[in-house]
């Protein structure tokens, strides 16, 4: 009898544990996806002007090459979240250059960066 009783405690912690990690992961999800929407109303032409390292890699019309990918035409949310993403650690980026790039800016910034990526023509 004991032993099962052990059994059966060991397998609820593990499920309460499941939901628990379940819960967290989709809480977290649901805050950064409030976050991207809350601060991804940027202002395009000043997000031009701060375009400039930007433009180093992704070029001037933000359409990316071989190395680099294209940031024009995306979606201003998705871009706002890739770069908090990388800004906070959560996306790696074996090329540090983009940690070196924005590693000046703020969430205002981002914003506005990804307004005026966003409002340009991608292939």
């Not at 649901?30 to 000043?46: F, K, M, V």
């Not at 400039?52 to 979606?75: L, M, S, V």
Request: net charge negative; proline share 2%.
């Amino acid at each position: 009898m004991r032993f099962s009783a052990i059994q059966n405690n060991i397998g609820n912690n593990y499920k309460r544990g499941v939901l628990i990690m379940k819960l967290t992961i989709a809480l977290l999800f649901s805050l950064l996806l409030t976050t991207t929407i809350a601060h991804a109303a940027g202002d395009a032409a000043r997000g031009g002007e701060l375009s400039g390292d930007c433009a180093d890699c992704h070029g001037d019309d933000g359409t990316g090459d071989d190395e680099t990918p294209q940031i024009a035409g995306r979606d201003e949310s998705y871009l706002f979240a890739q770069l908090m993403a990388f800004k906070t650690g959560t996306r790696p980026n074996s090329a540090e250059v983009m940690l070196w790039a924005i590693e000046d800016l703020d969430e205002q910034d981002f914003a506005d960066l990804a307004a005026y990526y966003a409002s340009l023509k991608g292939d």
